[in-house]
C-alpha cells in the first residue's frame, strides 16, 4: 500500500455493517441477554433478538452520523455526536423492539406492567453499556487512524526521497548523454562539409543508436544487454570515422545480459576509452568490453590499448563522464560497487566496474545476442535508372538503419559482379535491365544471399512473386511494403537461415513473366475516315507520327495507294502494342514500320532522314535512335 491508498484509507470511513462492528453487537448482545435469562420470565430468544434489535439500531446510527453530515462546525466534535445518537435512539429502539415481538398478543405491551418494566429495563440496560462500547471502537478507530497516519507520512517521506534519488540520476544522466550525441553531430557536419560519401553512412548508424537510446532516456534502470546494444552502435560509428585506428571485441556472458544497472554505464567507460585512449593516440588501438559473472557480482571490463593517462591527466583526477559515473554507481548500489582504473603496460587503460547483480525476469528487456562471427548486413541495389537506385537507397536508410549499402549496378552484369566483388548479404535486383535481367543475374549470384526483386509490374507480377515465396517491391516503392520486406529478411538473417535455393521459382516466375508481360501484338487498328469506321490491317501501315492530341496513321489502301487517317490513341500506348521486331521508334515523334523503309540518308549532327517505298515522306531520325541503322 503507498501513501496515496493510505490517505483515501484514512479519509474513508470503515464499512457501517462491518464484520468487525457485527462481532462486538453479537458478543454484547450475548452476554447480556444471558445476565437477564436468570430474572425474567421472558423466553431467553426473545430476549437475545430484542437486544439485538435494540444493537443494531444503534449501530446504523453510529454509522450515519459517522458519515453525515460531511462537514461540521469546528466547535462540533463528531465523536459527540455518535455517542449521543447512540444513548437517544435507544427508548425508540426497545418501544419498537417490543412492539415487533408482541404482535398478536391480546393486549398492547405498553398496558401491561411486567412488559413496560422490561422494556424500562432494556433502555437502562443500554444507556449504561452502549456509550462505553461506543468510546471504545471510537478509540480504536483513533489509534488506527493515527498508525496509518504515521505510516502515511513515513511512506510520502520516503517517496520523495526517492524521487529527489531520481531526479539527481537523471541530471547526472542527462550531462553525460549530450557529450556523445554534439561529438558525433560534429562529425557528421565536418563529413558533409568535406563531402565525404560515408555521411549517410555514419546518420544510419547514429539513427540506429538514437532507436536503441531514446527509450531508455528516462528510465532509471536498463539492462546489461541494452547497454551492449548501445555500445555497439557507438563503437560502429567510431569505426566509420577512424576505420585504421580501431579495432572493438566483446566478451560477454550471456547470463549476464538481463542484469539491471545505471543507463549508460559500460558507454560512458568505452566513451572515455576512445577519448582519451584511442583518438590521441597515431597508431590506435584495440578496445575489449567483457561482462562476467561472479560470486553474485557482475564484473564489467573496458581495456583499451591506446595511449593510456597522462601525468596530467592523473593529477587532475577523474573527468566529468567518469565522476558522474561513480556518483550515479554509488547513488545506486551505495558502497556496495565500486569503479577502479589501472594503467596497463606498455600503454592502455583498464576500466573496471564491479557491483551485485539484481537479477530480473521482466519481459520488457530486450533479447540481446553477441555473436562476433556476424558483422552488419550489407546491401547492393541493382536498377537501370540511377533516381530509382537513389530513391531505394534513401528509403532503406530509413526503415534499416543499420544495413551498409555496400554496392550499386546499373545492370544485371554489373550486379553479378559487384556481389562477388563484395558478397552483400541482401540484394535489390530490378527485374528489367539492360542486357542481363534481374532474374538471369539472380540465377548467377545463386544461393548464399537474400533476393529482393523490384519491379514495375503489377498484378500479375505481385501474384508470381507470391507463389514463389519470393520477396518484392512494386515501383514505385511503397514505404509499408518496405517495411514489411525488410522485417521478413531481417528476420531471416537474425535467425540465421539460409537463403532457399530458389533456382526452380526462378524458371517458373521467368516463364510467368514473359508470358504476361509479352501480350500478342496488334494486329488491327480502328480508324475513322470519313464517315465510315476503319480495320487497317498493322502490317499494311508504313508509319505512326504523334501529331498534337492524335496520333496520324499512314498506310497502304487496298489498292496500295498511299492513306491517312487519325486516331486519339498517344504514339507511346501504340507503341507498347506493336511488334518491336517490325515497328521502331526513330524519333520522339515517329515509329516507322522496317519492312516499307526504302532507305536511310545520314545527316550532320548524327542524325538521319528515312524515305519509305512508295511515299514522298521524309521521316527524320534522331540522335538517340541512330542505333537501329548502325551499318550505315
Known amino acids: 500500500m503507498d501513501s496515496k491508498e493510505i490517505s483515501n484509507a484514512l479519509l474513508t470511513p470503515p464499512a457501517m ?3 468487525d462492528r457485527i462481532k462486538v453487537v453479537l458478543v454484547g448482545t450475548l452476554i447480556l441477554s444471558i445476565m437477564m435469562k436468570f430474572t425474567w420470565a421472558s423466553w431467553w430468544v426473545t430476549i437475545f433478538i430484542r437486544l ?5 439500531m444503534q449501530l446504523a446510527v453510529y454509522g450515519i452520523v459517522e458519515r453525515w453530515p460531511k462537514r461540521l462546525p469546528r466547535w462540533v466534535a463528531r465523536w459527540v455526536l455518535q455517542i449521543a445518537a447512540v444513548a437517544i435512539v435507544v427508548p425508540f429502539a426497545a418501544a419498537l423492539a417490543y412492539t415487533l415481538t408482541t404482535i398478536g398478543d391480546p393486549v398492547p405491551w ?3 406492567q ?3 418494566d422490561g422494556c424500562g429495563q432494556m433502555i437502562g440496560a443500554g444507556l449504561l453499556f452502549s456509550p462505553w462500547i461506543a468510546m471504545s471502537a471510537l478509540y480504536r478507530h483513533i489509534n488506527g487512524q493515527a498508525q496509518r497516519q504515521a505510516l502515511s507520512f513515513e511512506l510520502e517521506r520516503s517517496e520523495l526521497a526517492r524521487d529527489a534519488l531520481d531526479s539527481r540520476l537523471r541530471l547526472l544522466q542527462a550531462q553525460v548523454e549530450p557529450h556523445f550525441l554534439f561529438n558525433t553531430l560534429a562529425n557528421i557536419r565536418e563529413l558533409v562539409d568535406s563531402g565525404s560519401p560515408q555521411a549517410s553512412t555514419v546518420l544510419a548508424s547514429l539513427i540506429a543508436y538514437l532507436r536503441a537510446a531514446v527509450p531508455n532516456l528516462s528510465n532509471a534502470k536498463t539492462s546489461l544487454g541494452q547497454e551492449l546494444e548501445l555500445v555497439r552502435a557507438y563503437l560502429e560509428l567510431m569505426h566509420m570515422r577512424m576505420p585504421d585506428r580501431l579495432q572493438y571485441a566483446f566478451h560477454v556472458d550471456e547470463t549476464a545480459l538481463k542484469v539491471p544497472c545505471p543507463p549508460m554505464t559500460l558507454l560512458t567507460l568505452v566513451e572515455n576509452a576512445v577519448r582519451h585512449g584511442i583518438d590521441p593516440s597515431e597508431e590506435g588501438g584495440q578496445i575489449e568490453v567483457s561482462v562476467q559473472l561472479k560470486n553474485d557480482r557482475c564484473v564489467a571490463q573496458v581495456r583499451d590499448t591506446g595511449i593510456g593517462l597522462s601525468s596530467d591527466q592523473q593529477s587532475k583526477g577523474l573527468g566529468t563522464g567518469l565522476a558522474n559515473l561513480r556518483e550515479r554507481l554509488h547513488l545506486v548500489f551505495a558502497d556496495q560497487a565500486q569503479l577502479s582504473l589501472t594503467a596497463l603496460e606498455p600503454h592502455g587503460f583498464l576500466a573496471e566496474i564491479n557491483f551485485p547483480v539484481q537479477q530480473t525476469t521482466s519481459t520488457s528487456y530486450l533479447s540481446w545476442e553477441i555473436n562476433m562471427s556476424s558483422s552488419r548486413p550489407t546491401a547492393l541495389i541493382a536498377d537501370d535508372e540511377p533516381l ?4 531505394l537507397t534513401r528509403m532503406l536508410a530509413q526503415t534499416w538503419p543499420e544495413l551498409s549499402i555496400v554496392a550499386e549496378a546499373r545492370n544485371g552484369r554489373e550486379a553479378v559482379e559487384q556481389y562477388q566483388a563484395h558478397k552483400p548479404t541482401v540484394c535489390f535486383l ?17 544461393r548464399g544471399v537474400h533476393l529482393v526483386f523490384v519491379t514495375a509490374y503489377s498484378e500479375y507480377a505481385v501474384e508470381a512473386f507470391t507463389q514463389g515465396a519470393l520477396d518484392y517491391l512494386v515501383k514505385p516503392v511503397d514505404p509499408a511494403r518496405l517495411a514489411d520486406t525488410v522485417a521478413r529478411v531481417r528476420e531471416r538473417i537474425g535467425s540465421a537461415q539460409e537463403a532457399p535455393d530458389i533456382e526452380n521459382l526462378l524458371d517458373k516466375l521467368e516463364a510467368r513473366l514473359q508470358k504476361k508481360a ?27 507520327r504523334s501529331d498534337e492530341k492524335y496520333t496520324l496513321i499512314a498506310w497502304r489502301g487496298e489498292d496500295g495507294k498511299p492513306a491517312e487517317a487519325l486516331i486519339r490513341s498517344s504514339l507511346k500506348e501504340l507503341l507498347d502494342q506493336l511488334d518491336a521486331t517490325h515497328f521502331v521508334q526513330v524519333h520522339r515523334s515517329v515509329v516507322v514500320n522496317m519492312n516499307m523503309v526504302s532507305h536511310v540518308m545520314r545527316g550532320e549532327n548524327e542524325t538521319a532522314t528515312v524515305f519509305m517505298k512508295g511515299r514522298t515522306d521524309k521521316l527524320p531520325v534522331s540522335r538517340s535512335y541512330l542505333h537501329h541503322f548502325k551499318q550505315m
Open 518 to 544: 509479352a501480350p500478342e501484338p496488334l494486329r488491327w487498328i480502328k480508324a475513322m475516315v470519313g464517315q465510315s469506321l476503319r480495320m487497317i490491317p498493322v502490317a499494311d501501315i508504313d508509319f505512326l
Open 388 to 391: 530509382l537506385r537513389s530513391s
Open 52 to 56: 439485538f434489535f435494540i444493537a443494531m
Open 17 to 19: 455493517f462491518g464484520w
Open 114 to 116: 411486567a412488559k413496560l
Open 430 to 446: 530490378d527485374v528489367h535491365m539492360p542486357g542481363m535481367t534481374g532474374i538471369e543475374a539472380a540465377r548467377q549470384i545463386g
Open 110 to 112: 405498553y398496558q401491561v
